[in-house]
C-alpha cells in the first residue's frame, strides 16, 4: 500500500494498493521498488513514463521519498532527514486508513449489491481531489459523511444532496448540550416518521458507547426498530460516537 500521495492527478494517492512484482537493486542499492497496482486505471502515467516498463510494462515504479522532521525541543531541536519508500504492507496499515475501505452492503432484489461508506473526513472539500482519484472510493455508491464541514461562506445546495423519493434531517447535539433534551427531540421525530420505510440515521452523536453499551438511545431507537449497526470504535482513541442506525 502507497503511504503518501505521489502523484494524485495520475491516481497515485494515498491508500493505494497493488503487489510488488519488482525491485531495481542494481548496484549495493535499492533504486526503486515495481508495484502491479489493483486498479489498470492508476498510475497510467506513471507506467508509461517508467524505464522499467520493457521488463514490467503493467508496473509503477516507487522510488524513495526524503521527509524532513524535528527531534528535541526548543534549542536543543535537531533537524533530521528520513529516506524510504513509502510503502507499508497493507495488512500492517493503520485503523484510520482501515476507515476508508470500510463498506456496509445491503442486498437488493436479484442479488445485486450497493457499495456504502461511512466516512468521518472533517475536510472533506480539502480533499475531494484525493477522494475522487482513490479507486475503492470512486465505486462507491453511496457515501455518509459525518464531522464534515463547508468552507467558510459556502452553501450546499441542498436540492443536489436528496435522493428523488427521499428527505433529508440534521441536527446537531456539541458534547456539553443536554443530551436528556436531545433523545427526547428525536424521539418525537421518530414518531413522526412513515412505517415500513428504509430509514437510516447516522451521525456523531456524542454518545460514547463503549463506555455506555446500555445507553438510553439505544433504548429508544430499539422501540421504534432501529439497530445500530457500529461495533468497534471510529476514532484513534477508545470511543464510538459515530452511530448508524437502521430500520430493516
Not at 12 to 33: E, Y
Not at 46 to 60: E, F, G, M, N, W
Request: aromatic share 8%; glycine share 6%; hydrophobic share 40%.
Amino acid at each position: 500500500m502507497v503511504t503518501v500521495n505521489i502523484d494524485v492527478s495520475d491516481g497515485l494517492a494515498n491508500g493505494v494498493c497493488g503487489t510488488v512484482v519488482g525491485i531495481d537493486n542494481t548496484g549495493a542499492d535499492v533504486h526503486a521498488v515495481l508495484v502491479k497496482l489493483d486498479s489498470l486505471r492508476v498510475g497510467i502515467q506513471a507506467i508509461d513514463s517508467s524505464q522499467y516498463k520493457r521488463q514490467y510494462p503493467c508496473a509503477v515504479p516507487i522510488k524513495r521519498k526524503d521527509v524532513q522532521f524535528y527531534a528535541g525541543r526548543g534549542r536543543r531541536s535537531v533537524e533530521a532527514q528520513c529516506s524510504q519508500f513509502p510503502l507499508t504492507l497493507a495488512w500492517g496499515c493503520t485503523i484510520h486508513k482501515q476507515l476508508t475501505f470500510s463498506l456496509l452492503l445491503s442486498c437488493l432484489l436479484r442479488h445485486l449489491w450497493i457499495s456504502i461508506h461511512l466516512l468521518n473526513a472533517r475536510s472533506y472539500l480539502e480533499h475531494l481531489q484525493d477522494m475522487q482519484a482513490d479507486p475503492i472510493l470512486v465505486s462507491t455508491d453511496f457515501f455518509c459523511f459525518v464531522e464534515t464541514f463547508p468552507r467558510k461562506g459556502q452553501q450546499l445546495r441542498e436540492r443536489e444532496l436528496i435522493l428523488p423519493g427521499s428527505a433529508s434531517f440534521r441536527t446537531d447535539r456539541p458534547p456539553s448540550g443536554n443530551s436528556t433534551a436531545f433523545i427526547d427531540k428525536l424521539q418525537r421525530l421518530m414518531q413522526s416518521l412513515p412505517t415500513g420505510v428504509l430509514t437510516v440515521i447516522l451521525g456523531d452523536f456524542n454518545f460514547n458507547l463503549i463506555d455506555y453499551s446500555h445507553h438510553k438511545i439505544l433504548r429508544v431507537m430499539e422501540q421504534f426498530g432501529f439497530h445500530q449497526h457500529v461495533k468497534t470504535p471510529t476514532k484513534d482513541y477508545d470511543s464510538l460516537l459515530d452511530h448508524v442506525y437502521v430500520n430493516s
